[in-house]
C-alpha cells in the first residue's frame, strides 16, 4: 500500500505510525499516511526555525519569483491534485468541485506573487522622518481543516512564505494525502526547510500551537479547537489569524424574482455539499416569496446528479466523514420530529457518505437546523414577515463569518446589507471569495484577516525606523 510521508527540511520524513485514509464516496483504500510524534512536530519546528534566517534575507523579488514558480507547479500538476482531493474528500472534480480548488490554489498563490508591502512614511516633519517596515514573523504554525483541504492550506502558507516566514503545516487528520503530495511537488521550487509538514489529529497540532518557538498561529477550523488555540498560545504569545466557522445567513428581500437568484443560492448553499465555512446555512424569505423560492430551488435539486467525483457527470458528492455525515443526519432528523417539511432530492447511492439535497420548510429560529452549523447539504428557509425580523434573526448568532442579501437590485439590497454583522455581506451572491479582497469573520467566526495586502499585513511585524534630521 503506497504511504505518504511528511517532509521537513526538503527531507522526507520517516513515521513510525501511520493511519489508512478511505475513500468517502467508495470506502476504497487511498493508502497510509504518516502519522508525526511530538519529537517530529519539534524537529519541524527547528528545521523552520534554521531555514527562516536565510529566506527573510533573500531579496523580496526573488521571492516572489519563487511564489510564483511554486504557482506554476500547482499548475503543473493540477489535474493529478484535483483527481487525489476527489478521492480523498469527495467533492466532484467538476462544477464548483476539485478541479475548481486547484485553479483557486494557483490564483491564491499567483495573487500574492505579485503583491509587495512597501515601507511606508507614517511621519515627516523638519526634525524627523519615521518608516514603517513590514517584516517578516519568524516560524508561522499552520493548522487546516478537511473541507478545502489545499485551498485553505494555500490561503495560510502562500502569504507567510511570500513575506520571509517559513512554515510548519498540519493538514486535518481526515485529508492528509493530498495535502502532503502538494507540499511534496511544491517543494520542488522552494529552499529546504521553508515549507516543512507535520501530520496527526488534534494532539499533534496542540503540539505544534503551543511550541515555544512558534511565532504566528494561522488556524482554520472549528469554534472550539479556535478557543484551545489562543489558550496554548499563551506559551509563545504567537499572534493568531483564527477563521473559525459560520452559520451564514442569507435574506430574500420580499417581491425578488426567484428563478433569476435560484442558482446562487443553491450553490451559495450546497457547495462541497454544505460543507464550506461561508455557505448559506440558514435562509430567510418573505412569506410572499416562500413557495415560488423553494419550487424554484427544488427544481434545480432534482437536476443534480449525485455520486462518486471521480465521473464527470456528477455535481454532488459525498460528506467528508462519518462524523459530519452522522452530524448532519441528526440535525435533520431533530427537525423531522419537530414536524418540519423535510425534503430530500436527487439518488443517493448505497456506499459511501452520501446524504440527499436536502430543503428543509416550515421551520423557525431556535430549531437545531438554524441554530447550530450543520456543515452540510441541508438547507432550513425560515418565513418571515417583516425585514426587520429577519434582520434580527440574521444576526440573532453568535457566528459571524458572511451573509448576504438577495433583491432584483443591488440598490434594493444594500440598506439591507448595511444592518448585517457579518465580516463580507455579499449582495446577489455568497461566498465569492478574491485573493485581492480581505476575508475573515467577526464575532464569533474568529478574528484577522487573510487576503490581499491585509492578509499580507497579518503575516509581518511592523518595524520602524525613526531617523533624526
Ligand atoms: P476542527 O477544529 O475540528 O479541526 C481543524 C484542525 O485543527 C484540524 O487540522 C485538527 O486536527 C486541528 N486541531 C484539533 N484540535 C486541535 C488543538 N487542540 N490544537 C491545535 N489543532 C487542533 O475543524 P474541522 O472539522 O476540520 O473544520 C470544520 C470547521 O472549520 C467548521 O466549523 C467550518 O465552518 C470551519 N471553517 C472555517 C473556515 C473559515 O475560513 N472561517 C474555513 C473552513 C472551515
Redesign the pocket.
Do not use: H, V
Given at each position: 500500500m503506497q504511504t505518504y510521508s511528511n517532509l521537513v527540511n526538503g527531507k522526507p520524513v520517516e513515521a513510525t505510525s501511520h493511519q489508512e485514509i478511505l475513500n468517502p464516496a467508495t470506502g476504497d483504500s487511498l493508502g497510509l499516511a504518516a502519522i508525526s510524534s511530538e519529537q517530529d512536530v519539534n524537529d519541524a519546528v527547528i528545521a523552520a526555525r534554521n531555514a527562516q534566517k536565510d529566506w527573510s534575507r533573500v531579496s523580496d523579488q526573488e521571492r516572489q519569483e519563487t511564489v510564483a514558480r511554486v504557482a506554476q507547479v500547482l499548475q503543473d500538476n493540477s489535474e493529478y491534485l484535483a483527481e487525489l482531493i476527489t478521492r480523498e474528500q469527495g467533492k466532484p472534480l467538476s462544477g464548483p468541485g476539485s478541479r475548481f480548488e486547484v485553479q483557486a490554489c494557483v490564483g491564491w498563490t499567483q495573487v500574492p506573487a505579485a503583491l509587495a508591502l512597501a515601507p511606508e512614511t507614517v511621519h515627516e516633519d523638519e526634525e524627523r522622518k519615521d518608516v514603517l517596515h513590514r517584516v517578516p514573523l519568524g516560524v508561522v504554525a499552520a493548522?487546516?481543516?478537511?473541507?478545502?483541504p489545499l485551498m485553505?492550506a494555500i490561503?495560510q502558507i502562500i502569504p507567510a512564505i511570500r513575506m520571509g516566514n517559513t512554515v510548519v503545516l498540519?493538514?486535518?487528520?481526515?485529508t492528509p494525502i493530498a495535502t502532503l503530495e502538494m507540499v511534496r511537488l511544491i517543494n520542488q521550487v522552494l529552499p529546504p526547510g521553508v515549507l516543512n509538514t507535520i501530520s496527526?489529529?488534534?494532539?499533534?497540532?496542540?503540539?505544534?500551537?503551543?511550541h515555544p518557538d512558534i511565532d504566528k498561529i494561522m488556524?482554520?477550523?472549528?469554534?472550539?479547537?479556535?478557543r484551545?488555540?489562543i489558550e496554548?498560545s499563551s506559551r509563545n504569545l504567537a499572534p493568531i489569524t483564527?477563521?473559525?466557522?459560520?452559520n451564514d445567513p442569507a435574506i430574500v428581500v420580499p417581491g425578488t424574482d426567484a428563478t433569476a437568484i435560484a442558482e446562487g443560492l443553491f450553490w451559495g448553499a450546497f457547495l462541497n455539499m454544505g460543507?464550506?465555512?461561508?455557505c448559506i446555512k440558514r435562509l430567510y424569505v418573505h412569506e410572499n416569496d416562500y413557495d415560488s423560492v423553494i419550487a424554484a430551488l427544488s427544481d434545480l435539486a432534482r437536476q443534480m446528479p449525485i455520486g462518486d467525483g471521480m465521473n464527470e457527470n456528477n455535481l454532488i458528492g459525498p460528506l467528508q466523514n462519518k462524523?459530519?455525515y452522522n452530524k448532519v443526519k441528526e440535525l435533520v432528523g431533530d427537525a423531522r420530529s419537530n414536524g418540519c417539511d423535510v425534503m430530500e432530492f436527487g439518488d443517493v447511492p448505497d456506499t459511501g457518505y452520501f446524504l440527499p439535497v436536502t430543503l428543509v420548510g416550515n421551520i423557525q429560529d431556535g430549531q437545531r437546523l438554524v441554530d447550530e452549523?450543520q456543515?452540510g447539504p441541508a438547507l432550513p428557509i425560515v418565513r418571515y414577515k417583516n425585514l426587520d425580523d429577519a434582520v434580527a434573526s440574521a444576526n440573532s448568532l453568535s457566528a459571524a463569518?458572511g451573509a448576504s442579501v438577495w433583491a432584483n437590485s443591488p440598490e434594493e439590497a444594500e440598506p439591507v446589507a448595511m444592518r448585517l454583522e457579518a465580516g463580507t455581506v455579499w449582495i446577489n451572491q455568497h461566498g465569492a471569495i478574491h485573493p485581492m479582497v480581505p476575508?475573515?469573520?467577526n464575532k464569533a467566526?474568529?478574528y484577522g484577516v487573510?487576503f490581499g495586502l491585509e492578509g499580507l499585513k497579518a503575516v509581518t511585524q511592523p518595524r520602524v525606523i525613526s531617523i533624526k534630521k
Open positions: 493548522i487546516a481543516p478537511w473541507n478545502w485553505i490561503w498540519k493538514p486535518s487528520e481526515y496527526g489529529d488534534g494532539r499533534i497540532g496542540a503540539a505544534l500551537t503551543s488556524f482554520t477550523g472549528s469554534e472550539a479547537t479556535g484551545r488555540i496554548a483564527l477563521e473559525l466557522g459560520g460543507q464550506t465555512c461561508a462524523m459530519q452549523e456543515f463569518l476575508f475573515g469573520g467566526s474568529g487573510e
